[in-house]
């Protein structure tokens, strides 16, 4: 997740760690991929029609039976996909779209406009570039995407440029807190917590909100590069929308499977503080951005955490019912920064806090 910026040498293949992969990609020379992104993967993926459709308009159902049904198949989707569709959840489309457009618009920016936010610390509150990870062979892996992140709540910041996507990011990321927060009061309720508690526990009012833009452009040899590899996401819930183009993955029962999400739909995982929260009843799953070689591929992803100062460890009910924690607490901003040491192990904070046992 390293940032990356200006594009150097694109006639000999070669991409520092200054270099976004956009013009690499747009290079008409470019027949195989450097050296740098050689990350060699069996990027095939199974087709499934179990990953979970949760219809979020059934929550406030009159009809309590349906209510209770769509509770139940929540809880499921948590326990053991920990990734659920998400339809009828009063987004609209047109900003749904807007916010696509609005991030390829950043992506055609000239390079000197995305270099100013060129990374220097992990808390930079806006970060560009391509970025590279460690493998655990101490390699260094150039990935096949641009990106652009910026911390959107409780602090709202944006790149200035293009005008537009600062307005879009600002109402997209106000709806989809409120979105979290009605899906978190459910999560509570299927968990047997108090109305209110995850709200005050995590100090929701504050909560910290991610906005980050991916785009992958076609690849000349995708099964030897990666988009993003496989790894679990810090937060609560993480919400992601595309442009059509295939590509997200998700692993299941150890198999790779191919996300295929309906138009206007949201694809909702469940991230490493649920998993800590809830005490392992809800699981965090490995997930992974492969890359094609026909078409662009851009994703939206909003990460949605606990505010940046809360403590973050087991829910006390649920550490009392379980009769001890399963997870080390940490403050929730500290997780986050230290999440960006790159390497590639899936779950290395998490493994981290996770305590033995005796």
Same mark, same amino acid.
Request: with cysteine; glycine share 4%.
């Given at each position: 997740m390293a940032a990356a910026t200006a594009s150097t040498e694109l006639s000999s293949n070669i991409i520092t760690d200054n270099s976004f992969v956009k013009g690499l990609a747009e290079s008409s020379t470019l027949q195989s991929i450097p050296s740098q992104f050689t990350f060699a993967n069996d990027s095939r993926g199974s087709h499934s029609d179990s990953i979970p459709i949760i219809d979020f308009s059934l929550l406030t159902s009159p009809d309590p039976d349906q209510r209770a049904k769509l509770l139940q198949d929540l809880d499921k989707a948590c326990r053991e996909w920990g990734f659920f569709v998400l339809v009828n959840h009063?987004? =609209?489309?047109?900003?749904?779209?807007?916010?696509?457009?609005?991030?390829?618009?950043?992506?055609?920016?000239?390079?000197?406009?995305?270099?100013?936010?060129?990374?220097?610390? +992990?808390?930079? +509150?806006?970060?560009?570039?391509?970025?590279?990870?460690?493998?655990?062979?101490?390699?260094?892996?150039? #990935?096949?995407?641009?990106?652009?992140?910026?911390?959107?709540? +409780?602090?709202?910041?944006? +790149?200035?440029? =293009?005008?537009?996507?600062?307005?879009?990011?600002?109402?997209?990321?106000?709806?989809?807190?409120?979105? #979290?927060?009605?899906?978190?009061?459910?999560?509570?309720?299927?968990?047997?917590?108090?109305e209110g508690y995850i709200d005050e526990a995590l100090k929701l009012d504050s909560c910290f909100q991610l906005y980050a833009a991916n785009f992958y452009p076609p690849c000349p040899q995708p099964d030897q590069a990666i988009g993003i590899p496989a790894h679990t996401d810090h937060g609560l819930l993480t919400f992601l929308i595309h442009n059509g183009v295939a590509g997200l993955q998700i692993q299941h029962d150890g198999k790779w499977f191919n996300t295929n999400s309906p138009q206007n739909s949201i694809l909702v995982n469940t991230a490493d503080h649920l998993e800590i929260f809830s005490n392992g009843r809800y699981k965090s799953v490995k997930h992974r951005a492969v890359v094609n070689k026909q078409a662009t591929r851009i994703s939206v992803v909003m990460a949605n955490g606990a505010a940046p100062d809360a403590i973050v460890g087991p829910a006390g009910p649920l550490v009392e019912r379980d009769g001890r924690a399963l997870y080390r607490p940490m403050k929730f901003i500290e997780y986050v920064e230290t999440m960006l040491s790159n390497t590639v192990d899936g779950k290395g904070n998490l493994e981290c806090l996770k305590i033995q046992d005796q």
């Open positions: 009063g987004i =609209p489309e047109t900003l749904m779209k807007s916010i696509i457009d609005a991030s390829l618009e950043y992506f055609e920016l000239p390079e000197e406009d995305k270099e100013r936010y060129k990374a220097k610390s +992990p808390s930079d +509150p806006i970060k560009s570039g391509s970025g590279s990870v460690i493998t655990t062979a101490n390699h260094k892996i150039h #990935l096949w995407r641009d990106f652009v992140k910026s911390y959107v709540h +409780p602090e709202f910041h944006c +790149p200035d440029k =293009p005008q537009i996507l600062r307005d879009i990011v600002y109402e997209f990321s106000e709806k989809y807190r409120s979105l #979290l927060r009605k899906l978190l009061q459910a999560i509570g309720e299927n968990l047997g917590l108090e």
